[in-house]
């Protein structure tokens, strides 16, 4: 098996190289292009919880905090913010911050968008811990929590999290196509199609951007997005392809950035369907997985094979878990054993149009085919995916995990809590209350020693039960025109321009 793997994807590579374009940058009027594979379902940041939506909708909206370098949580539209007790937190908004409408921001805007993103099933998990939102005068805005939340903070500084113009919502704008937010970029332009053009907030309270604007283009196809940045048509493409690592490396025109994520690639097992509701064979399912073939295969050798649905540089993860490993023997003992009285049904193994994920499914075709599991492959559209897999129609999907901060809790609670079920995240469909009060109880404390041990639990009881068998941890690939210089990460963000571009001379 491995070495079929290996003679297929080499033929891939090799096709990849045949492909010649032509060079031709230019500056573009100042204005950055920036490819991404998927479109938005909105522009809404209440409303979906998913990259495609959220790594746009960063650049039009602020958050009360966001993070420093460090990953450390800092006001933002907030100017302060100060803990009266565990439960009380008291934020003074900043004077004189402009939506993009010029209506000044107020406490009035704070306290509709966190009441809002509470009513909303992509938003509300990650703010379950209020109790309630008060103003307290022109520019305080009292937070109280039902019980003290060690990573409420950090979640606030996710894009979700957006403050929105509470008098542009309420008159019916749509939101979700014509946003106005306090941030960096202004939508200009979109239309729900597949190109989203952004001029510069001038009047941007931390400053106006050194570029003229933004354009994100959405070219599905990784090696269409490849042939746009050699070609000119955008400057940047994040996520690039591993197999294509290697044709940026040598295009003179383009410098090719890597990145140590945050990011797992998972393979969700729902467990409400015939079969994947045994625990035993889930775990044979994951013995099957052959994670070393993945990552040389696809990845080529760029990262690691995943242990955890839990990233290691994520606080909060163990690092002493005795993997599953690669075992077709026991994996076909198992199957046996469980499948004596009734045969497993063929799987739906489901995953989006990206052309690494549908690879990652074909290898894992192959390898439950080896234990006697049968599967068919259904490649769905973005949209269709994230609103069929929330109401439980796959069983099994392939997803990326990517984490805007560096915090354990929102992965688990995301993921796994019974409260998440559905949209707000468990995808899996598996339901523990025993993990959910390690949950509780670890997102309930602020004692770090204290809440590792509960993560700790977690995570074994996670591998025990395997609703979730991690993949690879990834590294990324940014391919970058080589007219774009001092271009540095903000790491603690999901894709921030605004912070990526702040010292970037473009020529």
Do not use: C
Not at 32 to 55: C, R, Y
Not at 309 to 337: R, T, V, W
Not at 412 to 425: D, R
Not at 440 to 451: G, N, P, S, V, Y
Request: charged share 25%; aromatic share 8%.
């Amino acid at each position: 098996m491995r070495k079929f793997i290996q003679k297929y994807f080499t033929l891939l590579l090799a096709i990849n190289f045949i492909f010649v374009f032509n060079i031709s940058f230019s500056n573009n009027n100042n204005v950055i292009t920036v490819a991404q594979g998927s479109k938005p379902k909105s522009l809404d940041p209440h409303t979906f919880n998913e990259f495609p939506t959220l790594g746009i909708t960063e650049h039009i909206f602020n958050t009360l905090v966001t993070l420093d370098d460090k990953g450390t949580p800092i006001p933002e539209l907030a100017e302060s913010f100060v803990y009266l007790s565990p439960t009380e937190i008291l934020f003074t908004i900043r004077k004189k911050v402009k939506f993009h409408n010029g209506d000044t921001l107020t406490t009035d805007d704070v306290i509709f968008s966190l009441e809002r993103m509470m009513e909303k099933p992509g938003s509300r998990v990650i703010l379950k811990d209020i109790k309630s939102v008060a103003k307290t005068s022109d520019d305080k805005v009292l937070i109280t929590l039902h019980e003290p939340s060690a990573p409420f903070l950090a979640n606030l500084t996710l894009p979700i999290a957006a403050i929105m113009n509470k008098n542009y919502v309420m008159a019916g704008n749509n939101v979700a196509l014509n946003p106005i937010g306090t941030g960096p970029y202004m939508v200009t332009n979109w239309g729900d199609g597949d190109k989203i053009v952004m001029s510069s907030f001038k009047d941007y309270f931390k400053g106006a951007p050194k570029n003229n604007g933004l354009v994100f283009k959405i070219i599905t196809e990784n090696t269409s997005r490849l042939a746009a940045l050699e070609t000119g048509e955008v400057d940047i493409i994040y996520a690039i392809s591993p197999i294509d690592f290697q044709i940026v490396e040598k295009n003179p025109n383009l410098n090719l950035l890597h990145k140590t994520t945050t990011t797992t690639e998972l393979m969700v097992l729902n467990v409400q369907k015939d079969g994947l509701d045994n625990k035993n064979i889930r775990k044979a399912i994951h013995m099957a997985i052959d994670k070393a073939g993945i990552l040389e295969a696809i990845f080529l050798n760029r990262g690691s094979i995943a242990t955890s649905p839990i990233n290691p540089n994520i606080f909060g993860s163990y690092q002493n878990l005795k993997p599953i490993d690669n075992d077709i023997k026991k994996a076909k003992e198992i199957i046996a054993n469980e499948t004596k009285e009734k045969k497993l049904p063929i799987f739906k193994i489901w995953t989006s149009e990206n052309i690494v994920r549908v690879q990652i499914a074909q290898i894992i075709q192959a390898n439950l085919k080896e234990i006697g599991i049968e599967s068919n492959i259904e490649i769905v559209e973005w949209g269709t995916f994230l609103k069929k897999t929330s109401e439980g129609a796959h069983d099994i999907l392939l997803t990326t995990w990517i984490l805007g901060v560096s915090d354990i809790d929102t992965v688990v609670t995301t993921l796994f809590h019974s409260n998440s079920i559905g949209a707000e995240g468990n995808r899996s469909f598996y339901s523990n209350p025993i993990l959910d009060k390690e949950i509780d109880l670890a997102r309930t404390t602020t004692d770090i020693e204290k809440r590792k041990i509960y993560y700790k639990n977690v995570q074994e009881i996670i591998l025990d039960e395997n609703p979730i068998v991690p993949l690879v941890y990834k590294i990324d690939g940014i391919g970058i025109s080589n007219k774009i210089h001092n271009f540095q990460y903000n790491k603690a963000s999901m894709r921030n321009y605004y912070e990526d571009m702040k010292k970037v001379d473009v020529k």
